[in-house]
C-alpha cells in the first residue's frame, strides 16, 4: 500500500520505517523544515523502561495544586481560558488513584520494555550513531528516608522484569566519578543497567535518510490543514503544498494530533503538556557526566550526548505556549551545575521549551477510530522516544493485519 504518515518526529519516522520494511511505500509529512525538529529535538534522550511510572498518580493533585502558590513544583497547573485543559484534568485526575496507577505503569513498562528490543533490533541492522550511552540510567534520591521509599516504588518494576541495583553514595561514585563533589549530597540511588540514552534527534534524522534510500518520500515544511473523508475513510489528506492521497493513513502529530483528528470528528484525550530543557557543550571541561542521571528530589534529568550535556525538567499546563525566558532555565541549570561543576560549559546553554503530548493514563493511542484506513499511533508522553520503535511496529502489525508481538490488553481501546 502507499500509506501517509503525519508528523516527521521519532514516531512518525520509526512507523514510516517499519511499515517500509513490510514493502510498503511511504510518505512522512512534517511542518517543519526537517525531522525531528520539535519534541524529538529537545527531550532527555533516555531509553528509560527503568522510568515508566505514571505521572497521573496519587501524589499527582497535591503537586498540582500546590504549583498555583509555589514555584520550582515539579508539574505546574497555570490557570487558562482553554477549556480542553479543564476536560482534560479532569480525565487525570481521575487516573490518579492507587490502583489505576499501578496498572497504567506496567501497561507502560510492557511496552517501553518491547519498544527498546526493538530499537536494538533496528541499531543492529542499521548501523545508526546517535551518541549511544548503554552504562544504565542513575536515579538518585537526597535522603535516605527517599531512597527508601524510591526503592520501594520500584518493587513493581522489577516485579515485572526490569533489573535494578541499589547503591549508597559510594557507589555512585565509583559508577560515575563525576558526581564527586556532589556525594555528600547524595544519600544513595537505583540504577538501571539496561536503561539507556542517546540523542533522539541525531537517531530520527539518520533513519529518515536511510527511508529515503528505499525510495520513502518526506516531504518537508508542509503544513497539515485537514483529513478529508470519503465513506467510512480516508479520501486525502490536505495540506498548503495541496492534497495528499494514500491506501492508509497513520496519525503521529504528536501534541497536535487531537487538532487534526478533530476534522473528522474524532476527539483524542491529548494535551500538549510544556517541558523545558538545556543543551550544553562539554567544552573542555574535564568531569563531564558519564552515566544518565535523574535527580529524583528535583526531577531533573541529565544526559550526555557526546561532547554535549541535555538537561530537562518541568512539566508545565499551559496548552499550545512554547515561549520560554531564562529565568525559566535557572532551577534546572544550578541543579546541574551543582551536580556536575566540571561538567560542561554552563554560559554557553542553548534554551529550549517543547510540548508533550501526554494522555490522562499516559499510554499512547493506538488503532482505527471510525475510519477504517486511518491509524493512529500518538500521544506518547514524555517517554516517547522509549515508546517510538515498539509503537511504530505495533502501528505497522494493525495495518498488516498481524497479532502484535505483545499483548494489546490494555493498550488497544
Known amino acids: 500500500m502507499r500509506v501517509i504518515v503525519l508528523g516527521g518526529g521519532v514516531v512518525g519516522v520509526t512507523t514510516a520505517y517499519q511499515l517500509q520494511k513490510d514493502g510498503h511505500e ?87 520494555v518491547y519498544s527498546q528490543s526493538v530499537l536494538q533490533e533496528v541499531v543492529a541492522d542499521e548501523a545508526i550513531e546517535y551518541d549511544r550511552n548503554d552504562r544504565g540510567i542513575l536515579y538518585f534520591y537526597r535522603s535516605q528516608q527517599a531512597l527508601d521509599k524510591g526503592v520501594e516504588h520500584m518493587r513493581l518494576l522489577e516485579s515485572d522484569g526490569q533489573l535494578i541495583k541499589v547503591l549508597d553514595r559510594d557507589a555512585i561514585v565509583a559508577l560515575d566519578p563525576s558526581l564527586a563533589s556532589a556525594k555528600e549530597k547524595i544519600a544513595g540511588g537505583i540504577h538501571c543497567p539496561t536503561d539507556e540514552t542517546g540523542d533522539p534527534a541525531r537517531f530520527t534524522r539518520a533513519l529518515a535518510a536511510k527511508v529515503v534510500e528505499r525510495g520513502g518520500e518526506i516531504r518537508t515544511g508542509t503544513t497539515i490543514i485537514r483529513i478529508e473523508t470519503s465513506g467510512d475513510g480516508v479520501a486525502q489528506v490536505l495540506t498548503d503544498k495541496g492534497a495528499v492521497k494514500g491506501d492508509a ?136 522516544w522509549t515508546m517510538s520503535h515498539g509503537s511504530a511496529r505495533i502501528t505497522a502489525d494493525l495495518i498488516a493485519g498481524r497479532k502484535p508481538a505483545i499483548s494489546m490488553d490494555g493498550l488497544l481501546n
Request: hydrophobic share 40%; with cysteine; net charge positive.
Open 249 to 384: 493513513y497513520v496519525l503521529a502529530l504528536g501534541s497536535y494530533s487531537p487538532l487534526i483528528a478533530k476534522t473528522v470528528g474524532i476527539s483524542l484525550p491529548i494535551y500538549p503538556i510544556k517541558g523545558y530543557s538545556l543543551t550544553i557543550p562539554v567544552g573542555n571541561r574535564p568531569a563531564p557526566p558519564t552515566v544518565a542521571s535523574v535527580d529524583e528530589h528535583n526531577l531533573v534529568a541529565i544526559s550526555r550526548f557526546g561532547d554535549r550535556v541535555r538537561v530537562t525538567a518541568t512539566a508545565e499546563f499551559a496548552g499550545y505556549d512554547t515561549s520560554h525566558k531564562p529565568a525559566d532555565f535557572a532551577f534546572m541549570k544550578g541543579v546541574t551545575e551543582e551536580l556536575y561543576p566540571e561538567g560542561a560549559d554552563y554560559d554557553r546553554a542553548e534554551m529550549w521549551a517543547g510540548l508533550r503530548p501526554m494522555t490522562p493514563n499516559n499510554l499512547p493511542e493506538f488503532g482505527q477510530r471510525r475510519l477504517r484506513n486511518l491509524y493512529l499511533n500518538t500521544g506518547h508522553g514524555h517517554i516517547g
Open 26 to 112: 511511504v510518505v512522512i509529512l512534517e511542518r517543519q523544515q526537517q525531522v525531528a525538529a520539535e519534541t524529538s529535538w529537545g527531550n532527555a534522550g533516555m531509553i528509560a523502561p527503568g522510568h515508566s511510572f505514571v505521572w497521573s498518580s496519587p501524589r499527582a493533585p497535591m503537586i498540582l495544586l500546590k504549583s498555583l502558590v509555589l514555584k520550582d513544583q515539579a508539574l505546574r497547573f497555570k490557570l487558562s481560558a482553554d477549556p480542553r485543559l479543564y476536560s482534560w484534568s479532569w480525565l487525570f485526575l481521575m487516573e490518579c488513584t492507587a490502583e489505576k496507577a499501578r496498572r497504567n505503569t506496567l501497561l507502560k513498562h510492557r511496552l517501553a
